[in-house]
């Protein structure tokens, strides 16, 4: 596989093609936060919270970089007065959604989000994804599904499916960025099965 040799902070990185910049940083030990990324999935660019500023031929742009590929001629900061903006921004949008959720509160703290600045709107869930996709791509179950569209959409675990699968395996509670998982599998159960009840996994 060839490689390129690309800038990232300042710092020369070399990278596989056809690997992102978020691979590409976190070779080189640089931190980018995620929301919705997986080593094992997929690359989803649902959370926006690994947005980095890119420059190619003294053109900057703003780019998600769990999916933006790497190229020779890059250069790439991952904070910037623009990018930690972007980041505060969307941290103020999902705490609106999750305001209890420890993953989100510790980012607020970092890129000094305000927490209040949306009215709330709890519905604990930010749509990252992780719960739906490690259920198809790597358990091959779907248990658990994106429902509705627009501003109604949800996840939902399918009943059906989750009494046969779910209670050995429970491994999406782990990944869930606000416990939002967990709790829609136990409504699920206590609606559809009740009676039936296994201490949560711990880890996926
Ligand atoms: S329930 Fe959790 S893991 Fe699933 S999409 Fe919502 S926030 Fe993400
Ligand atoms: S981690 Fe890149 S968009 Fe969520």
Redesign the pocket.
């Known amino acids: 596989m060839s490689e390129v040799v690309m800038q990232i902070d300042g710092k020369e990185v070399k990278a596989a093609s056809g690997t992102t910049v978020l691979d590409a940083a976190r070779q080189a030990g640089i931190h980018i936060p995620t929301?919705?990324h997986h080593e094992k999935l997929e690359a989803f660019g649902g959370c926006r919270m690994c947005m980095v500023e890119v420059e190619t031929r003294g053109r900057k742009s703003y780019v998600v970089s769990c999916l933006y590929p790497v190229a020779g001629d890059l250069v790439v900061r991952t904070r910037s007065e623009r990018v930690d903006k972007i980041r505060r921004t969307l941290l103020e949008e999902l705490l609106a959604h999750?305001p209890n959720?420890p993953e989100l509160v510790e980012l607020a703290r970092e890129y000094k989000a305000d927490p209040n600045r949306f009215e709330k709107d709890p519905s604990?869930?930010?749509?990252?994804?992780?719960?739906?996709r490690?259920c198809n791509e790597v358990k091959g179950i779907n248990a658990?599904d994106?429902i509705e569209r627009g501003a109604s959409r949800?996840?939902s675990f399918i009943p059906e499916i989750a009494v046969k699968e779910c209670w050995d395996c429970q491994e999406?509670f782990a990944?869930?960025?606000?416990?939002?998982?967990?709790?829609?599998y136990f409504l699920t159960e206590a609606l559809a099965f009740p009676g039936r009840r296994k201490p949560a996994a711990t880890a996926a």
């Open positions: 929301l919705c999750a959720s604990f869930c930010i749509l990252c994804g992780l719960c739906v490690y658990v994106f949800e996840i999406c990944l869930c960025p606000t416990s939002y998982a967990q709790a829609a």
